[in-house]
Nanobody
Framework: VQLQASGGGLVQAGGSLRLSCATS????????MGWFRQAPGKDREFVAA????????YYADSVKGRFTISRDTAKNTVYLQMISLKPDDTAVYYC?????????????????WGQGTQVTVSS
């Protein structure tokens, strides 16, 4: 199983980025997907999640209205569109896959994790 996150980078405050997480060797349509992030010196925190069909999504309060999670079953890929970025969004962003197609805010329910992609927002 492989989750490959990409799309991170350096952006100014107010800018946008789109993260991608390409999956392989899993039945993508059977998994819920999530994005988490970890800033230096802080615990990993939930960002967004989507269930197997895309019909259910959850967002952390800190990103509601600015971030959008989506998935493309044909490409076995989940995305995180981020707009109006703030310096507080600076972190390593991780994608993860949860069994039984669920969307969850709880990291312990995710079986597989990607390697992370760095997002840095300058003020």
């Amino acid at each position: 199983v492989q989750l490959q996150a990409s799309g991170g980078g350096l952006v100014q405050a107010g800018g946008s980025l789109r993260l991608s997480c390409a999956t392989s060797r899993i039945t993508f349509s059977s998994y819920g997907m999530g994005w988490f992030r970890q800033a230096p010196g802080k615990d990993r925190e939930f960002v967004a999640a989507i269930n197997w069909s895309g019909s259910t999504t959850y967002y952390a309060d800190s990103v509601k209205g600015r971030f959008t999670i989506s998935r493309d079953t044909a490409k076995n890929t989940v995305y995180l569109q981020m707009i109006s970025l703030k310096p507080d969004d600076t972190a390593v962003y991780y994608c993860a896959a949860a069994p039984r197609g669920i969307a969850s805010t709880f990291p312990g329910l995710y079986d597989y994790w990607g390697q992370g992609t760095q997002v840095t927002v300058s003020s």
